[in-house]
């Protein structure tokens, strides 16, 4: 290639010094005729050129050369690094058919062993009830004997008896053998799902290596989205024993406040606080509350400012907290609970000079759809109401506004029940104590009655129980 740049380059200046030449040698001799040969140093230069040219080309060919044979040879490495991946495939391919072949047979061996058990499981059961049948004539006829040598001493043993005692032995080898073969059934059937399971993980290897190779040649597929599931949900309990509320608890025979599973209808599990409390039943305008010999369920509990209530809708949904101190349960499985019956909410309060005062309501919550609107009529209490009666109270949050509703400034610090007219009461407020000389802040825990008096709180409790709606006389 140089060979041929330095010709291309010399060429030029031999044809204009040529050129040059003539030019002068006409200008010097015009009469004279023009020589028809060249110089012989011109041609010794341009054959000079042509040479190193020619072997200029002659490497650049031997080069090329080379350099496709190397083509060549990656060529045939690639080809056949090609067909042994092939093969390899053809293998796996093979070995998951009878990867599955196998899975196949052992599903019939399963379903075959599950049929089996099934039906020990029956002859089982119909065997016990036949050995407690016999068992109670047993108990009949042994106490009628007791009661005969009791009298007559020196009878034998009936041999109807002794016969019958040697059936009921004989019933509960027989009884035994089927435990026996049913527990070897039950090992085989978990032996049969771990080789199942591990078939499976072998399956879906063969499938990620598939998906691999399939990749090279297709166009890459979008990754799977997996759901996020929500901190504050709880897991789905098994069990059908799950009491639906503290009440179901306190009738068991738990008299002792603490912390339980419940699972109201329709719901999942979840752990609550039973408040248990002792007294009298009260009667107040056609209701029979409950509230004494039995246990209430704790819905709200603060005591001492260690957690924070301006939270987020989301978690005033599903609660906050912890159980054993300060905690908000949350609305949606307050309404879970009381959407099964009806219930009353009682609300009891303790101000700074430890006097203790409370008030219950009968009431109705709404659900998510309407904001879980709270709808209040006051039943008793040594507290003047806060609360408006027969209106609807929609619940807010700093991120979450009630449509139709004033944006009370005290949502700001806690989410509350709200209406049209903003009051200085909000036990989910800033808890602020007590200043020396100091006006108290707007915002914070404050039951502010209708009447105007204001009570600084200390704790609150707000609590819930199934009332009896049948009328008193």
């Given at each position: 290639?140089?060979?041929?740049?330095?010709?291309?380059?010399?060429?030029?200046?031999?044809?204009?010094?040529?050129i040059d030449q003539d030019y002068s040698s006409y200008d010097s001799m015009s009469p004279e005729p023009k020589s028809r040969f060249a110089m012989l140093d011109d041609v010794k230069i341009l054959a000079n050129g042509l040479l190193q040219l020619g072997h200029g080309l002659k490497d650049f060919v031997h080069k090329t050369k080379g350099q496709i044979n190397d083509i060549f040879q990656k060529l045939n490495i690639f080809d056949q690094s090609f067909y042994d991946l092939s093969l390899q495939t053809n293998e796996i391919k093979e070995e998951e058919k009878e990867l599955r072949r196998t899975t196949s047979k052992l599903q019939v061996k399963n379903e075959e062993v599950k049929n089996m058990s099934l039906e020990l499981t029956s002859k089982l059961e119909s065997l016990l009830e036949e050995k407690n049948l016999l068992q109670q004539k047993v108990k009949y006829l042994e106490k009628q004997l007791t009661n005969l040598t009791k009298n007559q001493p020196e009878i034998q043993e009936h041999p109807e008896i002794t016969?019958?005692?040697?059936?009921?032995?004989?019933?509960?080898?027989?009884?035994?053998?089927?435990?026996?073969?049913?527990?070897?059934?039950?090992?085989?059937?978990?032996?049969?799902?771990?080789?199942?399971?591990?078939?499976?993980?072998?399956?879906?290897?063969t499938g990620v290596q598939e998906s691999t190779e399939n990749s090279l040649s297709s166009k890459p597929r979008a990754p799977r989205t997996t759901p996020f599931l929500h901190l504050?949900?709880?897991?789905?309990?098994?069990?059908?024993?799950?009491?639906?509320?503290?009440?179901?608890?306190?009738?068991?025979?738990?008299?002792?406040?603490?912390?339980?599973?419940?699972?109201?209808?329709?719901?999942?599990?979840?752990?609550?606080?039973c408040d248990v409390k002792s007294g009298k039943a009260s009667l107040k305008r056609k209701w029979t509350i409950i509230s004494s010999g039995s246990s209430w369920t704790v819905i709200q509990h603060r005591i001492d400012g260690s957690q924070n209530f301006n939270e987020t809708w989301e978690n005033y949904r599903y609660g906050f907290g912890r159980l054993d101190g300060e905690f908000w349960l949350g609305l949606e499985k307050i309404y879970s609970i009381v959407k099964q019956s009806n219930y009353v909410l009682r609300i009891e309060l303790e101000d700074w000079k430890d006097n203790k005062h409370y008030i219950e309501y009968s009431f109705h919550l709404g659900d998510h759809e309407t904001n879980y609107?709270?709808?209040?009529?006051?039943?008793?209490?040594?507290?003047?109401?806060?609360?408006?009666?027969?209106?609807?109270?929609?619940?807010?949050?700093?991120?979450?506004?009630?449509?139709?509703?004033?944006?009370?400034?005290?949502?700001?610090?806690?989410?509350?029940?709200?209406?049209?007219?903003?009051?200085?009461?909000?036990?989910?407020?800033?808890?602020?104590?007590?200043?020396?000389?100091?006006?108290?802040?707007?915002?914070?825990?404050?039951?502010?009655s209708q009447n105007g008096r204001l009570y600084s709180i200390k704790s609150t409790k707000m609590l819930i129980h199934p009332t009896d709606s049948e009328s008193s006389e």
């Open positions: 290639m140089h060979t041929i740049k330095l010709f291309l380059f010399i060429v030029p200046l031999v044809i204009s010094s040529k016969s019958l005692k040697n059936f009921v032995e004989q019933q509960d080898n027989s009884i035994k053998d089927l435990l026996q073969t049913v527990e070897e059934q039950y090992r085989q059937l978990n032996q049969q799902h771990s080789q199942i399971k591990e078939i499976e993980k072998q399956l879906r290897r504050n949900e709880t897991k789905i309990v098994e069990h059908d024993d799950i009491p639906a509320n503290c009440t179901t608890i306190y009738n068991r025979g738990e008299h002792t406040s603490g912390i339980y599973s419940i699972r109201p209808s329709n719901s999942q599990a979840f752990n609550v606080y609107t709270l709808h209040l009529v006051e039943i008793t209490g040594n507290v003047p109401n806060a609360f408006p009666e027969h209106k609807d109270l929609a619940f807010s949050t700093w991120d979450h506004k009630a449509k139709g509703h004033v944006n009370c400034p005290e949502s700001y610090s806690g989410g509350w029940w709200c209406h049209d007219v903003c009051r200085e009461n909000n036990l989910n407020g800033k808890y602020n104590k007590p200043r020396a000389k100091t006006k108290p802040e707007r915002r914070g825990i404050y039951w502010k």
